[in-house]
């Protein structure tokens, strides 16, 4: 069965940063691209980054180019988000996914709040 | 970037009744589309990709069809626990975008 298990979610102030972690088990996680998307509170979806199988490729949606970091450790089976200079905006439940085209396959979620 | 705009905002089927929800793209995407049905407190699941794929383990009364920047997505026979938020989601070009999402209610 496929999981994918984030951490690292929490209260920060504007400004500061934080980093989302992603376990995934159950499939062979060097074999897929990952995903961050977002959801602000009784919002939509918002696609934030991309990461290739390889960690060869990573795109970002605007706003966050030059402040988020995606990144994998494919021997750990593990996704990461560094999120620096965090703003109000980015206020949101973040999800952990894989990514083909389509987000196949999604975590349960982990908020990130970014208040003073 | 590609704007996904998805009709309507909401609305309430009877139980058995056929629903469709129709997602239009700013441009072309030449099928690269996918339905996501949400459930309140819990993660979005794929339902449809490329345009009319029907994902492993979902009930065979959803469908999508669509080309160009013309999508939908049928539910032939509305159930219980098919309320929820329906997404579509354009995954031709970076950055994907999704539509606003349907609530869809029981009536």
């Known amino acids: 069965e496929v999981q994918l298990v984030e951490s690292g979610g929490g209260l920060v102030q504007p400004g500061r940063s934080m980093k989302l972690s992603c376990a995934a088990s159950g499939f062979t996680f060097s074999n897929y691209g990952m995903a961050w998307v977002r959801q602000a509170p009784k919002k939509g979806l918002e696609w934030v980054a991309y990461?290739?199988?390889?960690?060869?490729?990573?795109y970002y949606r605007d706003p966050v180019k030059g402040r988020f970091t995606i990144s994998r450790d494919n021997a750990k089976s593990t996704l990461y988000l560094q999120m620096d200079s965090l703003r109000s905006e980015d206020t949101a439940t973040y999800y952990c996914?894989?990514?083909?085209?389509?987000?196949?396959?999604w975590g349960q979620g982990v908020m990130v709040t970014v208040s003073s | 970037d590609i704007q996904m705009t998805q009709s309507p905002a909401s609305l309430s089927a009877s139980l058995g009744e056929t629903v469709t929800i129709q997602c239009q793209a700013s441009e072309d995407i030449y099928s690269g589309l996918a339905w996501y049905q949400q459930k309140p407190g819990k993660s979005p699941q794929l339902l449809i990709y490329g345009a009319s794929s029907l994902q492993d383990g979902v009930p065979s009364r959803f469908s999508g069809s669509g080309s160009g920047t013309q999508y939908s997505l049928k539910i032939s026979s509305m159930q219980t626990e098919d309320e929820g938020v329906y997404f579509c989601q354009q995954g031709l070009k970076y950055p994907f975008t999704f539509g606003s999402g349907t609530k869809l209610e029981i009536k």
């Open positions: 996914t894989t990514e083909a085209g389509s987000f196949d396959y």
């Open positions: 990461i290739s199988y390889d960690g060869g490729s990573t």
